[in-house]
């Protein structure tokens, strides 16, 4: 059974800092994705990660994958109030055309203080 | 252009009776896909309707579960006979589902599903 682990679950920090969400995962897959998502609201795309030690970016966020260690990272660049959200990393290990559905991380909840 | 969209936004039920969750998906994606949201919690995958083909219904819950889809459009989720314990969000996903990744989801904005 695929099993998506992300930590921190929980994160407090300051506008201006940088940190990492780590994401790890039990089998191997070469598709991972990142999603956002504000309280009551669905799920918005972030980041679709398809290769070995793809890496993306899109504003402060910036998201990485090693196949080989089972680890993706979503790193925040001197962060500001606007991402506080919930970040979810799902891994698709079907053979094909999503066909297993996504399996989710538990989210790790990012609030951003000014 | 349109995006996913789910009916009702919210459904307060009573213990016992059933309830019927609905989802339009993007036109043009045939793949769409069911997933469960408790309280906190990531999302727990139900159910992968593509074209056609007969779903694999092994990722529901129990029996009182049921999903079904026309041809390439809506789909309903059913709930019968109600229990505390489905109380949750759910969320359907629709995709284009192509030979090659990304398969990349999109997301409904779901049906705050509450039962008393």
């Known amino acids: 059974e695929l099993k998506v682990e992300q930590n921190p679950l929980f994160l407090s920090m300051q506008e201006g800092k940088n940190y990492t969400i780590y994401c790890n995962y039990s089998?191997?897959?070469?598709?991972l994705y990142w999603y956002r998502q504000d309280p009551g609201k669905s799920l918005e795309s972030l980041f679709v990660?398809?290769?070995?030690?793809a890496v993306k970016q899109e504003g402060r966020l910036m998201a990485s994958l090693d196949t080989k260690a089972r680890l993706s990272t979503l790193h925040i660049t001197a962060a500001v109030h606007d991402l506080s959200a919930t970040y979810f990393c799902a891994v698709d290990e079907g053979s094909g055309g999503g066909a297993d559905g996504l399996t989710f991380g538990k989210g790790t909840h990012l609030i951003i203080q000014p | 252009g349109a995006g996913v969209s789910q009916s009702p936004s919210n459904k307060v039920t009573e213990k016992g009776k059933d309830v019927e969750l609905r989802c339009d998906p993007i036109s043009g994606h045939t793949a769409l896909y069911w997933y469960r949201q408790r309280l906190g919690q990531g999302l727990e995958f139900l159910i992968y309707f593509q074209g056609n083909s007969a779903p694999d219904k092994s990722g529901l819950p129990s029996d009182r579960f049921s999903a079904e889809r026309t041809g390439e459009s809506v789909s309903t989720l059913t709930i019968q006979r109600t229990q505390q314990e489905d109380s949750a969000v759910y969320l359907c996903?629709?995709?284009?589902?192509?030979?090659?990744?990304?398969?990349?989801?999109?997301f409904g904005p779901g049906t705050r599903l509450t039962v008393t």
């Open positions: 089998t191997t897959s070469d598709r």
């Open positions: 990660l398809l290769s070995n030690g």
């Open positions: 996903a629709s995709s284009l589902a192509l030979v090659l990744p990304p398969y990349e989801q999109y």
